[in-house]
């Protein structure tokens, strides 16, 4: 999401290797929400193939959502009006894109280029949709508090404090709360509570040296001091004529430009670190196959992902850590050094990990 012209349909077509979102240089050329699938790039699917010996990889995969651009007013039904702001209201994360270079072809709809008054401008306009949407909570839960709802009551002093934080000038996700606090306001989609990557769109000639460009500069110092939040850089210019390229192809455009991965990479890995999601993989002669879990998920939760039975009939977890399987090259080689174990139902699965379930139903 961001200010309508910062390349956001540009970068989401880049993303999702696609030409599906309409990237004009006019303001609201994205009307409805465009919805890609994209695939997480992990350089140890094809070390893991080579040593499976199959044909068959299956990457993580993640959603991204592309919407309208944001006005001032955009939460009082200015622009395209607010019904776009639902368009984000169950979502895990934002990627919030930001202007970050200068061009007098391409139409600003503040005529000038200032990243922080454009966080600004959108995060105000979440944070009043937010203040409409906490507010008409609170006069609903107090209806059920005068008939004794306990659980309303509960609510209802999370959702003060959260009053009070967006009242301030904040994000909603900056309320000191406990986890059982937080797990009470998760059921209002709150727009600010939302973790959020800024992403500072550079032109193509100036991503070698983003690092000292001052756009990209105060974005960094603004969202790491006022939102706690973390700002890459990518250039939608550059992504978007990657598209039709073949990954060497690809590789010799970037070294040409003195830049060592794409952008995009940078940016799922910084929403997987984001979302506290770690990856773990199944391979055999049948496939190679990465599945997605959250920090902290014990091996039949992993199962679980795959399959419900598979949690529900948990048995063990043969385990072997990526980075022993691939300098030993065998799962062979890797029992006979001692690497290769079982585990229970109390294992945390670490990111890398390659594992096969046994389970009974």
């Given at each position: 999401m961001g200010l309508p012209n910062v390349g956001k349909s540009t970068l989401f077509n880049a993303i999702t290797r696609t030409r599906k979102a309409e990237a004009a240089n006019y303001p609201f050329c994205t009307i409805d929400p465009n919805v890609g699938m994209v695939s997480v790039p992990d350089a140890r699917l094809e070390v893991l193939r080579a040593i499976s010996k199959t044909q068959v990889v299956i990457p993580a995969v993640i959603e991204f959502v592309d919407i309208a651009g944001l006005v001032k007013g955009a939460s009082q039904g200015e622009g395209l009006g607010n019904k776009f702001l639902t368009h984000i209201r169950e979502v895990d994360a934002i990627v919030q894109v930001v202007r970050c270079f200068e061009d007098a072809d391409v139409h600003h709809v503040s005529s000038t280029v200032d990243p922080v008054?454009?966080?600004?401008?959108?995060?105000?306009?979440?944070?009043?949709?937010?203040?409409?949407?906490?507010?008409?909570?609170r006069e609903k839960l107090l209806k059920d508090i005068k008939r004794g709802d306990k659980s309303a009551a509960a609510e209802e002093a999370v959702l003060a404090k959260i009053e009070s934080t967006l009242d301030s000038g904040s994000p909603a996700l900056l309320t000191p709360l406990s986890p059982e606090e937080r797990a009470l306001s998760a059921g209002s989609f709150?727009?600010?509570?939302?973790?959020?990557?800024?992403?500072?769109?550079?032109?193509?000639?100036?991503?070698?040296?983003?690092?000292?460009?001052?756009?990209?500069?105060?974005?960094?110092?603004?969202?790491?001091?006022?939102?706690?939040?973390?700002?890459?850089?990518?250039?939608?210019?550059?992504?978007?004529?990657?598209?039709?390229?073949?990954?060497?192809?690809?590789?010799?455009?970037?070294?040409?430009?003195?830049?060592?991965?794409?952008?995009?990479?940078?940016?799922?890995?910084a929403t997987y670190t984001l979302l506290g999601l770690r990856t773990y993989f199944t391979a055999g002669e049948k496939e190679v196959r990465a599945w997605t879990i959250h920090v902290g998920d014990t091996a039949p939760k992993a199962a679980g992902v795959i399959h419900s039975d598979f949690e529900r009939g948990f048995i063990?977890?043969?385990?072997?850590?990526?980075?022993?399987?691939?300098?030993?090259?065998?799962?062979?080689?890797?029992?006979?050094?001692?690497?290769?174990?079982?585990?229970?139902?109390?294992?945390?699965?670490?990111?890398?990990?390659v594992l096969l379930f046994k389970f009974n139903v």
């Open positions: 008054r454009d966080i600004e401008v959108i995060n105000t306009e979440l944070m009043l949709a937010d203040l409409e949407s906490v507010r008409k909570k709150l727009l600010t509570d939302k973790p959020t990557i800024f992403a500072c769109n550079v032109k193509d000639t100036e991503l070698a040296t983003a690092d000292s460009n001052p756009h990209v500069t105060r974005v960094r110092d603004y969202v790491k001091h006022h939102l706690a939040c973390e700002a890459i850089v990518i250039s939608a210019q550059i992504e978007s004529e990657l598209i039709d390229l073949e990954p060497a192809d690809a590789a010799a455009f970037l070294h040409d430009l003195g830049v060592e991965e794409s952008g995009i990479g940078a940016l799922i890995r063990k977890a043969e385990t072997v850590a990526y980075d022993d399987l691939a300098r030993l090259g065998s799962v062979a080689a890797a029992r006979e050094k001692g690497l290769y174990r079982m585990e229970g139902k109390e294992y945390v699965v670490q990111d890398g990990d």
